[in-house]
């Protein structure tokens, strides 16, 4: 697997419905990052336990910009491992 890197773009909003419920967890989600550094395939790898986070995650991933991997120098689709944490602190 050649690694991308994430670029750092807005963080996942934390919906207020699972604010008030309390809800806390973290996502690891597998990207398939494309040579221009758009994410693809989005998979969830590991679920917070909570549909509503994990969901949050995978809408701001989508939108999300990444620096590609490079191989030979040039750009190239790759696997991308992106773990969040929601905590009512965030």
């Known amino acids: 697997m050649i690694d991308a890197s994430f670029r750092g773009n807005r963080i996942p909003d934390y ?7 309390g809800e806390q967890g973290a996502v690891v989600l597998r990207v398939m990052i494309s040579p221009d550094g758009r994410a693809g395939e989005i998979q969830l790898s590991k679920s917070s336990g909570y549909a509503r986070l994990d969901r949050a995650a995978i809408e701001a991933v989508r939108e999300w910009r990444f620096v590609p991997a490079l191989k030979g120098g040039r750009p190239v689709a790759a696997w991308y491992e992106w773990r969040w944490e929601f905590r009512l602190e965030n």
Do not use: A, I, N, V
Request: proline share 14%; hydrophobic share 30%.
């Open 15 to 21: 919906p207020q419905m699972s604010r008030r419920l």
